[in-house]
């Protein structure tokens, strides 16, 4: 069966960090990523890292701030968040493909999400 359980999620304040963890767990993935979905908006494409090469892709809204990495060996994801502004408050949900084998920006690539975890910024 498998698993993607988010962790990392809370408060914290504008200009802070947070680090978000997905472990993955039941077969191995093409590629995995993070999706987010902010209070009376669409979900939208965050950052992606295919499993094997580690190429990346992030959202153009990012201009840097967050990084997405892995670890093989724990079959954890990672996304570190920095200088954190307040319309960076969302969901955030952990996302896996096992059948395209490409980074995707669209979210029905990925046929696996995580419960989510969320990430508040206050002012």
């Known amino acids: 069966q498998v698993q993607l359980v988010e962790s990392g999620g809370g408060l914290v304040q504008a200009g802070g960090s947070l680090r978000l963890s997905c472990a993955a767990s039941?077969?191995?993935?093409?590629?995995m990523g993070w999706f987010r979905q902010a209070p009376g908006k669409e979900r939208e494409f965050v950052a992606a890292i295919s499993w094997s090469g580690g190429s990346t892709d992030y959202a153009n809204f990012l201009k840097g701030r967050f990084t997405i990495s892995k670890d093989n060996a724990k079959n954890t994801v990672y996304l570190q968040m920095n200088h954190l502004k307040t319309e960076d408050t969302a969901a955030y949900y952990c996302v896996a493909d096992t059948r395209f084998g490409v980074l995707s920006r669209l979210g029905y690539i990925y046929n696996y999400w995580g419960q989510g975890t969320r990430v508040t910024v206050s002012s």
């Open positions: 039941g077969r191995t993935f093409n590629a």
